[in-house]
């Protein structure tokens, strides 16, 4: 009886040791990571068999048993997974009950504009493009913004993604992202801005996003386009002309291009355009809502990213002549 007990004993420590050895002991060999995807309902044993058949180097049977042991098998999340070299059942299961789920990245740029946008998730292949087929019309009402145009209403960050996420989902996160900064931006506005709402605030902010060519430069560009708006002159801005062209543009500005109207030409046109032209920026936002004070209503690139600011039309023509002319 006695060397039956002491068997047992020497049995289960083994087992034991046997256990803990298993448990510790890399699943995946070479230096590729594995890509594990778990939809959601799948069971624990279904999760079990699905690392196995993804090139882990166990047995499926054993790593269920853990996930039941474990007492943890029932918080195992659904989503898409690395499973890196060196990776143990123990580590493993840390990881899909954390959902530390691989994530790619994407950033739609400042002054972006929404053609471009489109362009960038259609180029993400780990992206799932929902979108693709859909029109601009389409795709907002989706976004539950029906009628809304698009450009400038998502907000150019970085964004982090699963693999096998909806691009849609990605363009509601920057949607919601915009509604935040403009809302915020709105409730800061100046008392004596000429801007009548939100929407048009996120117009002014687009355009001053593409006029800025240095940052230190923002808040007086924002001022020009203020003082113009208070007296009713013209805007006279040549990246509202440029988005209005679309795909006639070809890099370079035409007097006839000034004089061709669209509903974006805002030398042919007053006041603000009817959308964005861009997605601004934060910093764009809040120059747009509380512009710098000045006295000036004109502005003329020098030629090194700043701008040469004028009070009157003829400091503003000697500007021009110096840096645009050499004169």
Same mark, same amino acid.
Request: glycine share 8%.
């Given at each position: 009886?006695?060397?039956l007990?002491?068997?047992?004993?020497?049995?289960?420590i083994?087992s034991g040791g046997?256990?803990f050895?298993?448990l510790?002991?890399p699943?995946?060999?070479g230096?590729?990571?594995?890509?594990l995807?778990i939809?959601?309902?799948?069971?624990?044993?279904?999760v079990?068999?699905d690392v196995v058949?993804?090139?882990a180097?166990t047995?499926a049977r054993?790593?269920?048993a853990?996930? %039941?042991?474990s007492?943890?098998?029932?918080a195992?999340k659904a989503?898409?997974?690395?499973?890196? #070299?060196?990776?143990?059942?123990r580590?493993?299961l840390?990881?899909?009950?954390?959902?530390?789920?691989?994530?790619?990245?994407i950033?739609? /740029?400042?002054?972006?504009?929404?053609?471009q946008v489109r362009?960038?998730?259609?180029?993400?292949?780990?992206?799932?493009?929902?979108?693709t087929?859909?029109?601009?019309?389409?795709?907002?009402?989706?976004?539950?913004?029906?009628? /809304?145009?698009?450009e400038?209403?998502?907000?150019?960050d970085?964004y982090?993604?699963a693999?096998?996420s909806?691009d849609?989902a990605?363009?509601?996160?920057?949607l919601?992202s915009?509604?935040?900064r403009?809302?915020?931006?709105?409730?800061q506005?100046?008392?004596d801005?000429?801007?009548?709402?939100?929407? +048009?605030?996120?117009?002014?902010?687009?355009?001053?996003e593409?006029?800025?060519g240095?940052a230190s430069?923002?808040?007086q560009i924002?001022g020009?386009f203020a003082?113009?708006?208070r007296?009713?002159?013209?805007?006279?801005?040549?990246?509202?002309v440029i988005?209005g062209?679309?795909?006639?543009?070809?890099?370079?500005?035409? %007097?006839?291009?000034?004089?061709?109207?669209t509903?974006?030409?805002t030398?042919?046109?007053g006041g603000? #355009?009817p959308?964005?032209?861009?997605m601004?920026?934060k910093?764009?936002l809040?120059?747009a809502v509380?512009?710098?004070a000045?006295?000036?209503?004109y502005?003329v690139?020098k030629?090194?990213g700043?701008?040469?600011f004028s009070?009157?039309l003829e +400091?503003?023509?000697?500007?021009v002549?110096?840096?645009?002319?050499?004169?």
């Amino acid at each position: 009886m006695r060397r039956l007990l002491v068997l047992i004993v020497l049995v289960v420590i083994a087992s034991g040791g046997a256990a803990f050895w298993w448990l510790h002991q890399p699943m995946v060999a070479g230096s590729d990571a594995l890509e594990l995807a778990i939809e959601p309902g799948t069971t624990p044993r279904g999760v079990a068999r699905d690392v196995v058949t993804a090139g882990a180097q166990t047995d499926a049977r054993l790593l269920y048993a853990w996930f %039941r042991f474990s007492g943890q098998d029932r918080a195992i999340k659904a989503g898409n997974y690395e499973i890196p #070299p060196g990776t143990t059942p123990r580590s493993l299961l840390q990881k899909l009950v954390r959902g530390e789920e691989s994530l790619r990245a994407i950033t739609l /740029v400042e002054g972006w504009n929404w053609r471009q946008v489109r362009q960038a998730l259609a180029k993400e292949d780990q992206l799932k493009r929902d979108s693709t087929n859909l029109t601009d019309e389409a795709l907002m009402a989706q976004l539950g913004r029906p009628g /809304v145009h698009p450009e400038g209403r998502f907000f150019p960050d970085t964004y982090t993604y699963a693999k096998g996420s909806s691009d849609i989902a990605l363009l509601r996160r920057a949607l919601h992202s915009m509604d935040r900064r403009l809302e915020a931006a709105w409730a800061q506005r100046a008392a004596d801005t000429p801007l009548k709402s939100a929407d +048009e605030a996120l117009i002014l902010a687009s355009i001053v996003e593409k006029e800025t060519g240095r940052a230190s430069d923002r808040g007086q560009i924002a001022g020009v386009f203020a003082n113009r708006l208070r007296i009713g002159m013209l805007l006279q801005t040549d990246p509202t002309v440029i988005y209005g062209l679309g795909d006639k543009f070809d890099g370079n500005l035409r %007097r006839r291009d000034l004089q061709t109207d669209t509903p974006w030409n805002t030398y042919t046109r007053g006041g603000l #355009p009817p959308t964005p032209i861009s997605m601004p920026g934060k910093a764009s936002l809040v120059a747009a809502v509380q512009p710098e004070a000045t006295r000036a209503l004109y502005f003329v690139a020098k030629g090194d990213g700043t701008s040469h600011f004028s009070a009157s039309l003829e +400091e503003h023509n000697r500007a021009v002549n110096r840096y645009q002319r050499g004169q």
